[in-house]
């Protein structure tokens, strides 16, 4: 089975990150290096960081000094990473025991160099490890196939799920944005005809959104970004942008209910 890189920005997180580590350390499928960019942060997030790469030599975490965002983050890891796929968890997420397992399955099954998986939502203040999950039935599931016009009406692939080959490729990075970069991502992969295939399986755990959060937005900053998104990264004309908005403004509601 091949090498995955797996990504995180961490940003102040010192009472999540390491549940989120120990996420990754539990899988199934051991051959990854968890590549980790601190972002700037204040707390005991290094520290804690640093003990655990002490501990386990597939943790390589770096330090900014200023913080970055998400972007730059997540980018900084990337260059980085070895593996020939490349896959994300934030700091403050979770991974069940077989995720990479499964969806490295998946993706040689369907000769898929990019995929995502299904996942629970978590309530703000769980507070214990992947292992101590029971399902919840708050599941986000995950569409069979995305082509990039379906991707424009609504970011599908949760970042904690999403995956792509880097042998097929090649080494992608996400777009420079304060939000939705991840977003960007998955479109520019799919923008030459490449198709994601999903595995409707929950694999991941997605904490709801907390205060100081990299991922947390409000809807009118998330439809900010998006629109951003469509018109600067992508150059979508005015009226794809407004169709593309209004689609993912209405699916991303229904989203938010479950």
Not at 95 to 121: G, I, N, S
Not at 202 to 230: F, I, V
Request: glycine share 6%; net charge neutral; hydrophobic share 40%.
């Amino acid at each position: 089975m091949p090498r995955v890189s797996v990504v995180m920005p961490v940003h102040n997180a010192a009472e999540t990150v390491a549940a989120s580590i120990r996420s990754v350390q539990a899988q199934s499928h051991p051959d990854w290096e968890l590549l980790v960019t601190d972002d700037g942060s204040s707390d005991d997030s290094w520290q804690i960081l640093t003990e655990l790469a002490r501990l386990d030599s597939r943790i390589r975490p770096e330090q900014s000094t200023e913080q970055l965002g998400a972007a730059r983050a997540r980018n900084a890891a990337i260059e980085r990473a070895t593996g020939e796929y490349v896959a994300f968890l934030d700091a403050d997420d979770l991974w069940l025991a077989d995720k990479l397992t499964r969806q490295l399955d998946f993706a040689a099954e369907h000769k898929a160099p990019v995929t995502f998986t299904a996942y629970y939502k978590i309530a703000a203040d769980f507070d214990g490890d992947a292992r101590d999950f029971s399902p919840n039935g708050r599941v986000v599931p995950a569409r069979d196939e995305l082509t990039y016009s379906a991707l424009l009406q609504q970011n599908y692939i949760g970042c904690l799920t999403g995956m792509y080959q880097v042998s097929a490729l090649g080494k992608r990075f996400m777009p420079d944005l304060r939000k939705r970069q991840d977003y960007g991502l998955w479109l520019s992969l799919l923008r030459d005809g490449t198709v994601a295939r999903g595995l409707d399986e929950p694999l991941a755990l997605y904490r709801e959104q907390r205060a100081g959060s990299l991922s947390g937005s409000s809807r009118l900053s998330l439809a900010k970004y998006n629109w951003q998104l469509y018109r600067k990264v992508e150059k979508l004309s005015l009226l794809r942008s407004v169709w593309a908005l209004g689609q993912a403004t209405v699916r991303s509601t229904l989203k938010r209910r479950i």
